[in-house]
């Protein structure tokens, strides 16, 4: 749970390292933190017939709590981040969970974690440091010094597709099975992990009701489309690492755009535009408010 002042002070630090001129796109730094101290001083809830102020964090569920948890984390981790580039590790976090590499002892990385853990008492860490993890969704093995992923399952997951019978366009169906062996070549470092992902996906397609000559067609245009036609057929290692560098490193379109904006960044985005209220709203609103007199 974030602290109230110490992440304001957090992103004060954050924002004055990155603006430009003061600014943040169009706004000041001064009126972000009076924004972000109104999300944070207006949040409530009702539990058992009472209201509740929420005093330490921010409401769940909010875009705004999200980034505001990042920035908080960034400042945290910056210990961890320079330790791993002196030792030229890979260091890694998405939302809350941390990936790290490390030739260190046990007892000496495990003195680093506790060192991070007294940083910050909001902070807690729960480690698992072995040859095996897994990380959001793979599973990464740590075999002789070599990383080998594969695609992870929680225990609870189902075997769940969107159901061929459902009333969707029927180009989302096609591209249902293209998409996971997809995933699946980019997620698995080696053919037979992928061979294993593709029976996997095959059986859950099946099972929400694809036909088999459908699954079959769209796995084999996967395969055309990647010029990997013999993986179809063969195990061929050769053919599959090429497949598998090629998909892993293909920039998506969401990428390509966040690239494009790096380069040429709009200093005032259309979201950020400040827009001014209908007056006829706020004449309607302003004389309908509650007496403050009792």
């Known amino acids: 749970m974030i602290p109230r002042e110490g992440g304001l002070h957090t992103l004060l630090r954050f924002l004055q390292k990155h603006s430009k001129h003061g600014k943040i796109g169009p706004f000041s730094i001064d009126m972000i933190m009076k924004m972000t101290r109104l999300i944070l001083d207006t949040n409530y809830f009702a539990y058992i017939n009472k209201y509740y102020k929420q005093t330490r964090g921010g409401a769940m569920g909010s875009a705004f709590t999200q980034v505001y948890a990042n920035i908080y984390m960034l400042g945290w981790e910056q210990n961890l981040i320079e330790h791993q580039a002196s030792k030229n590790e890979i260091y890694g976090r998405y939302i809350d969970d941390i990936f790290m590499t490390t030739n260190e002892s046990y007892d000496v990385i495990t003195a680093v ?19 095996s993890v897994n990380f959001l969704d793979i599973t990464i093995i740590n075999t002789n010094g070599q990383l080998t992923t594969s695609i992870y399952y929680k225990p609870t997951a189902d075997p769940y597709y969107l159901p061929y019978k459902s009333d969707h366009p029927h180009n989302i169906h096609r591209n249902i099975p293209y998409t996971a062996l997809v995933r699946a070549a980019r997620l698995c470092s080696n053919l037979h992990d992928f061979h294993r992902e593709r029976l996997r996906v095959h059986v859950f397609l099946l099972l929400n009701g694809y036909r088999p000559h459908f699954i079959s067609n769209h796995f084999q245009r996967f395969f055309q489309v990647n010029k990997a036609d013999i993986l179809y057929k063969y195990f061929d290692d050769n053919t599959y690492a090429k497949l598998h560098r090629q998909l892993l490193y293909q920039t998506s379109k969401r990428k390509l755009e966040e690239q494009a904006m790096k380069n040429e960044p709009v200093l005032f985005p259309p979201v950020l535009q400040q827009r001014s209220w209908n007056q006829r709203l706020i004449k309607y609103l302003i004389p309908n408010l509650p007496d403050d007199d009792p």
Not at 121 to 126: E, F, L, T, Y
């Open 113 to 131: 974690l506790q060192q991070a853990q007294k940083q910050d008492v909001n902070i807690k860490i729960n480690p698992t440091i072995s040859n």
